[in-house]
């Protein structure tokens, strides 16, 4: 799964309305893909992501290459380090907790499996 998708994901269970985003990632095998860097399409990306929930995120796995704040115009260094943080660091294994309602949302061969349970919805 790429931080991408994480960074869009949100428990769902009835009931859980506070504290349901983002989720936390636990137990996490990392991998890294390259994929082809496109600078615009970064640029693109941008102001479709929750920034301080990808910045989380991505500390909460030990990576610290992105700023707190984000710039108005970010360096083509910063638009490589997003792109990297959300395109091509993939979680492999894991889970997903809701800090909200303690809900597991397992990880497995990098996709994330969202489905509730009949007395959850």
């Known amino acids: 799964m790429r931080l991408v998708t994480h960074n869009m994901l949100q428990c769902h269970v009835k009931g859980c309305n ?32 929750h920034w301080p929930a990808l910045v989380h995120t991505a500390l909460s796995l030990g990576i610290d290459t992105l700023p707190e704040e984000l710039p108005e115009e970010p360096s083509e260094d910063l638009l490589r380090a997003i792109h990297k943080v959300a395109l091509e660091v993939r979680v492999k294994e894991g889970k ?10 397992p990880i497995v061969n990098g996709i994330p499996n969202m489905l509730l349970q009949d007395n959850e919805v």
Do not use: W
């Open 18 to 49: 506070t504290d349901n985003y983002p989720l936390a990632i636990q137990d996490a095998e990392l991998e890294t893909l390259e994929a082809d860097f496109n600078p615009s399409f970064i640029e693109r990306l941008i102001p479709k992501l």
């Open 96 to 105: 997903m907790v809701c800090q909200g309602c303690e809900h597991v949302y």
